[in-house]
């Protein structure tokens, strides 16, 4: 087929890739056309490679970032794009800002912005649960001798508080402790009066191999049982009135 | 800045030192140079850190570069593919290369490439669908081979002709233009699959 043209898949191919891009001339374009046209394995080639360059041609041009140019000047000449080329038609304040924004650029970060707001929420929370008000604070306040005496009323204060507390707490358990004993006994004679049981044989002591000093685990079960609420409310009810004799040592005696 | 001469001050102030020319030479190329690093690896990660490099290289080399061998563009874009090559052999990331060979599944009721071309070009709102096809564009230029890609780059995207291309690649200029027709035959082939695996 293509000996009518002269025109072949070799020559087909070379010019493929200029035809694709429209650069061909008249003439060779005439029968790059023709063998396109006829030849049925160079015919998808050229569909292909026209398409192909198409889509190649509707990439944009990639935007670096925004840091790289820095990145790279300070990399090689180790200036600062600022530094190399300083700005001469700036306000003195647009001169300060231009100095001081390179430097702080690391800071203004999210994350940098996300810790320093974590800290200030932080000492806010603190300073408004220790009772502190930014607004009552003067200038005096801040003098080491008023520091020092601050701490020490507060440290006191806290203290004073602290005890108070252990006073009243000691003073409560102390009227437990005295109620628990008169329960007792009232509610002892109740018991002594039930008719006696059979004198049971003494069980066989264990073994006392407990050679650390401390006292048996049944004993203190023993005494934590005396107090538990259930037992002292499975005893029987009391129908006469309760006699306490309260008897105060004479410290005039003594 | 595609004036030789204006380009031969600029580097000789570059050479004697002058960190002012430099910041305007790195300024004038370092977008293109991005481009090449981008368009080949397909990271932008990558893409920076190459374009740093290629600075770099080009900061401690600029003395050896000797205007009468060629033009400053391809001593530039030599480096820069040098250094492309070797990131890949480093990486070896991008082997798995689709065959010339592999045939399209036959689908009469397919569009064809240029209908596809042409839905694609129609005045549309659609800002989404042109960016999504520029980005099937793109991962199907990663598929090709790093010859391939590396010609197709320069060629159609970098606008360089074919002899600089050849300096670059070190090959004839008939082995640039083969690789630039597989490589635009090749990416039109993984587009179309693209396509009718997503129809």
């Known amino acids: ?206 073994q006392d191999d407990n050679t650390s000093g401390q006292p048996d685990t049944n004993q203190n079960q023993k005494y934590s049982q005396e107090r538990l609420p259930a037992h002292l409310a499975s005893h029987p009810r009391e129908t006469r009135p309760l006699e306490f004799t309260l008897v105060v040592p004479d410290r005039s005696k003594a | 800045m595609d004036d030789p001469q204006a380009v031969a001050v600029l580097l000789r102030r570059c050479q004697a030192g002058d960190a002012a020319a430099w910041e305007k030479l790195v300024s004038l190329h370092h977008r293109r140079i991005y481009n090449i690093c981008y368009r080949f690896t397909g990271s932008p990660h990558d893409a920076e850190d190459l374009t740093q490099e290629v600075f770099i290289r080009m900061y401690r080399t600029l003395s050896s570069y000797d205007a009468e061998r060629g033009a400053f563009q391809t001593w530039m874009t030599t480096l820069t593919r040098n250094l492309l090559v070797d990131h890949f052999r480093k990486s070896r990331q991008d082997r798995m290369t689709d065959s010339l060979d592999a045939a399209p599944a036959a689908d009469p ?58 300096r670059v690649l070190k090959v004839p200029e008939g082995t640039v233009k083969s690789r630039i027709n597989r490589g635009r035959t090749e990416l039109a082939r993984a587009l179309q699959r693209t396509y009718r695996q997503g129809s």
Not at chain 1, 40 to 49: F, G, H
Not at chain 1, 81 to 106: C, V, Y
Not at chain 1, 107 to 126: D, G, H, K, T, Y
């Open chain 1, 1 to 206: 087929m293509n000996e009518k043209t002269q025109f072949g898949c070799a020559d087909f191919e070379a010019l493929l890739a200029e035809a694709a891009e429209d650069a061909l001339g008249a003439e060779p374009w005439k029968d790059f056309k023709v063998h396109a046209g006829a030849c049925s394995r160079c015919a998808p080639l050229w569909e292909e490679a026209r398409a192909g360059r198409t889509w190649l041609r509707t990439l944009e041009v990639a935007a670096p970032p925004t840091h790289l140019l820095r990145n790279i000047l300070l990399a090689t000449s180790g200036l600062a794009p600022s530094e190399a080329q300083a700005p001469q038609d700036l306000t003195w304040k647009g001169r300060f800002w231009h100095w001081l924004l390179p430097p702080l650029e690391s800071v203004w970060q999210p994350r940098f912005a996300m810790s320093f707001s974590m800290a200030f929420f932080s000492l806010s929370l603190i300073l408004q649960v220790s009772g502190v008000k930014i607004e009552n604070i003067r200038l005096a306040d801040l003098r080491p001798s008023t520091l020092r005496q601050s701490v020490v009323k507060e440290y006191y204060s806290a203290s004073a508080r602290f005890v108070k507390y252990y006073e009243n707490m000691r003073l409560v358990y102390e009227l437990q402790t005295r109620v628990e004993k008169l329960r007792d006994a009232a509610t002892q004679p109740q018991v002594l009066s039930e008719p006696a049981k059979p004198a049971e044989q003494p069980k066989p002591k264990p």
């Open chain 2, 109 to 166: 009721d397919a569009p064809s490439l240029l209908d596809r071309l042409e839905d694609r070009g129609r005045p549309t709102d659609h800002g989404v669908e042109a960016r999504e096809a520029r980005e099937k564009v793109h991962l199907a230029l990663q598929k090709l081979s790093p010859d391939l890609r590396e010609a197709v780059i320069l060629r159609d995207l970098e606008d360089m002709d074919y002899r600089e291309i050849a």
